[in-house]
């Protein structure tokens, strides 16, 4: 169990992210929590559905957490879809098998609970899914390890569902250099043959955890819409995950989005609350343009109820993700990968209520919370 000034700081942090909150300047508006009556479509651009409290083997597949409460969380929370990851990610396991193994276990899943879930391959799933109050599981990769020297495998993996990919994750890769790669080299010739390969599979190409370089070659080489699935404003905190002006307005004009998470990359040094994600949305919206800002959390619905199993847990996450290579910087075992005052079944329309008072307008909003990735999705997944 962690020490006692673990949970007492827990306790501090919840206490400075309310005042934190209370902070952000109010605009009256006739409209707060209209968001939860008008119900939007929203969809996170990663994330996904998970019960935090429970205690999983270490091996469980990612929907081993799914169980009810983290469902009606999802549903009270308004969500239609998510960008779920599976495959390989990092480790030792072999990319390419353990990425057609993992989409085979998610597959399986899904027919086994089709009352709930629908396997998102183009975008009439997502309104499918909302119309029959079940969740669109959009299939995603958050590394291109698995595609190995060979860009048919786009088309193979295309062809079992894949419909988001990322080229890197945080180190380098055969494709690229990720956000923590110091070389910061860019995109490899095999990165070019694969993102014409991605363009030409009609799949989302996903620039989040690619390095500086890396993101504005692929920007470059894309012939279409891309985009940042997850991420933060470097102009506003300063850490690798972030993504520069240049890179985030590259992306605009090529008719994607940028997604901000929710995640520790929010703020330098502390925990960051829902001030700070506002400040990244604010920035991006002022950078990007209202059309080409989403959400995408980086994180599940359903909020933590025992801090000190939690921060056990984190604690050995932080280690294990430091020993092995892939940590960036800004993860720390002190600070929750979430943020503190804006977690649980209503965090979407408390974001929601916190941006009318700033002064958004209700048709922006809709735009952040799914809007904009439905455009995006609906032009890309053509064929």
């Known amino acids: ?49 998970g019960n935090p409290n429970l205690a999983e083997p270490a091996d469980a597949e990612d929907f081993a957490s799914i169980d009810a409460r983290a469902i009606a969380d999802g549903h009270a929370s308004g969500l239609c879809a998510f960008n779920q990851t599976l495959g390989y990610v990092s480790g030792p396991a072999e ?36 119309d029959s109050r079940r969740f669109g599981v959009i299939f995603g990769f958050q590394n291109g390890a698995m595609f190995g020297k060979d860009p048919s495998r ?56 690619s390095g500086q370089q890396t993101c504005l070659d692929a920007i470059a080489a894309s012939k279409g819409p891309l985009v940042i699935s997850h991420t933060g404003c470097r102009a506003v905190a300063d850490l690798p995950r972030n ?24 703020a330098i040094g502390r925990q960051p609350t829902a001030e700070d994600l506002i400040a990244h949305i604010e920035h991006a919206i002022q950078i990007c343009g209202e059309d080409h800002v989403a959400i995408g959390t980086d994180g599940v619905l359903s909020a933590v109820d025992d801090m000190p199993a939690y921060f056990a847990r984190l604690r050995i996450e932080v280690e294990h993700r430091k020993a092995s290579g892939i940590s960036a910087t800004g993860e720390r075992a002190d600070i ?3 943020l503190p005052d804006l977690q649980g079944a209503d965090k979407f329309w408390r974001l929601a209520d916190l941006l009318e008072r700033r002064g958004h307008g209700q048709a922006r909003i809709d735009k952040l919370l799914g809007q904009n990735f439905l455009r995006c999705a609906e032009q890309i997944w053509r064929a």
């Open 95 to 130: 990319p390419f098998e353990y990425s057609i193994a993992s989409i085979a276990r998610w597959d399986d899943y899904l027919r086994r609970n089709p009352q709930t879930f629908i396997k998102v391959l183009g975008a009439a799933d997502i309104g499918a899914a909302r």
């Open 243 to 266: 993504k520069t002006d240049q890179e985030l307005r590259g992306v605009a004009e090529k008719g994607g989005f940028v997604g901000i998470y929710f995640m520790p990359f929010l």
């Open 336 to 338: 929750v990968p979430f």
């Open 1 to 49: 169990m962690p020490h006692r000034r673990d949970v007492l700081q827990f306790g501090g942090l919840m206490a400075a992210a309310g005042a934190a909150s209370l902070a952000l300047p109010f605009v009256a508006s006739a409209n707060v929590g209209d968001a939860r009556r008008r119900h939007p479509m929203v969809i996170d651009a990663l994330g996904g559905l």
């Open 154 to 209: 786009v088309a193979t993996f295309a062809a079992l569902g894949l419909r988001i990919t990322q080229l890197t994750y945080n180190i380098r890769n055969q494709l690229g250099d990720g956000s923590m790669a110091p070389e910061n080299g860019g995109l490899t010739d095999l990165g070019r043959a694969m993102v014409a390969e991605i363009n030409r599979g009609n799949i989302i190409l996903d620039l989040s955890h």
